[in-house]
């Protein structure tokens, strides 16, 4: 029962300035987000030591009565946070991350060696989505299924729909997967559905990036069109790293048994217990309020940053993420994520359409979900964006002088902690 900073001094001490990162530096990751204190306290309870192999009152083991009542209510909330009809749509939210929620997906939906179509990893898609490259077939779905990416229109930055109908005619795939990791719009669920129907495929939302701002109705529903629907839960909807998984109906067996035992064996039960406690939040009014407001300090940066002249992927966004191409100003999103990191922010460099190599992106993305959940709203996203205005600068002055003794003490000076923050132990 002693206290970690007794049993492991080192590991409290990396915590503690993980806390110090996260509490002073200004987190723009689009996948990221800060999971409130109620969903952390459940994610770390006693609930982990217990194993529950199977489904509510079908377990492998026994003294399963309270994780029963568990993961129903986590799955009655889940259902209730997206509109959904109990009638009409099963839900798993055992899979432990999104990568292998899709994994059991697609081990629901096709066989091995089938063929699907995703939207490609340059153009915003996800690793899960079918990846591979020229050299390597690099990701399972890739390795046990043949793939196919479709693209964006390089002009717009949009979806290719057109283009995707006519490939999917000639390549006839098993599976189409809508949804993506670095796409700034919304989706045309109804489009993707006629192709995937002309095809006798199926069609599958991964929703991981904007499960939140769908739950509070401010993105178009996937399940409308949609076969299956997949989401983490810890990128717009402030929650633990653990997805769920929802289904139509009549193949929720087929989804049930390919989490488990195909692809998992027994739940996190932790980590159920904080996706129930966060979908509980989800369910306030105030959750609709934070969506807005997400949505609105993304289009603020977006706004601030193109009138600053740079070029943003489709022009803007209408979510929580920003694309920002650095291309035509010269730089690579290394370079910049490199110099933010020095500066306390937080983004990551990211591949843009068109790139000649997914290894030297072209771009970073940028997401508001963290920072709205700090309470900042337009006036200090405007302030956000001229920091990062300043960072895109300082690279490209840096660029210049690479090797230079400009360069070493920008370095120095940035990595060296300034009097006056917040030590870790106050945080
Ligand atoms: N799907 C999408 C669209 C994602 O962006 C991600 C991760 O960022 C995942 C799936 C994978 O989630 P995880 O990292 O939890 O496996």
Request: with cysteine.
């Amino acid at each position: 029962y002693a206290p970690l900073a007794e049993i492991d001094p080192e590991v409290k001490n990396i915590i503690d300035k993980e806390t110090w990162r996260q509490f002073t530096g200004l987190e723009l990751i689009a996948s990221e987000n800060l999971t409130s204190r109620a969903a952390m306290e459940a994610n770390g309870s006693i609930l982990t030591n217990k194993y529950s192999e199977g489904l509510p009152n079908a377990r492998y083991y026994g003294g399963n009565e309270y994780v029963d009542e568990l993961e129903i209510l986590c799955r009655k909330r889940a259902l209730e946070a997206f509109n959904l009809d109990p009638a009409k749509w099963g839900v798993n939210v055992q899979p432990y991350s999104g990568s292998t929620a899709n994994f059991a997906a697609l081990t629901a939906l096709i066989q091995p060696q089938d063929r699907l179509m995703g939207l490609g990893l340059p153009d915003g898609g996800h690793l899960t989505h079918g990846y591979y490259t020229a050299k390597k077939k690099m990701t399972a779905s890739s390795i046990y299924f043949q793939s196919l990416p479709y693209a964006i229109v390089p002009d717009t930055g949009i979806i290719d729909y057109a283009k995707l109908e006519a490939s999917a005619k000639i390549y006839k795939p098993r599976l189409v997967i809508c949804g993506a990791s670095a796409y700034p719009r919304d989706w045309d669920y109804a489009a993707l559905k006629k192709i995937a129907n002309q095809e006798g495929a199926w069609l599958m939302a991964d929703i991981a990036h904007t499960s939140g701002l769908i739950a509070a109705q401010e993105l178009k529903s996937p399940f409308d069109h949609c076969d299956v629907v997949t989401t983490t839960t810890h990128k717009t909807s402030p929650l633990v790293p653990v997805p769920d998984l929802e289904n139509a109906k009549d193949l929720e067996k087929r989804v049930n048994d390919a989490v488990f035992p195909a692809c998992q064996g027994g739940p996190h039960n932790n980590t159920i217990a904080a996706i129930a406690t966060a979908l509980k939040q989800v369910a306030q009014p105030e959750w609709k309020a934070y969506a807005k407001q997400v949505i609105s300090n993304a289009r603020t940066l977006a706004d601030a940053l193109v009138s600053h002249g740079y070029k943003l992927q489709t022009g803007g966004t209408d979510n929580h993420l920003v694309l920002w191409d650095l291309r035509p100003i010269g730089l690579t999103g290394s370079k910049v994520e490199k110099v933010c990191d020095l500066m306390g922010i937080t983004i990551n460099k990211n591949a843009v359409s068109g790139d000649a190599s997914a290894q030297v992106p072209g771009g970073i993305r940028l997401g508001t979900s963290a920072l709205t959940s700090r309470d900042m709203c337009e006036e200090d996203i405007k302030q956000v964006a001229e920091f990062l205005h300043r960072a895109v600068q300082i690279s490209l002055t840096l660029q210049k002088e690479a090797g230079s003794k400009l360069l070493k003490d920008f370095v120095r000076v940035a990595s060296t902690p300034q009097e006056g923050l917040v030590g870790h132990q106050q945080v």
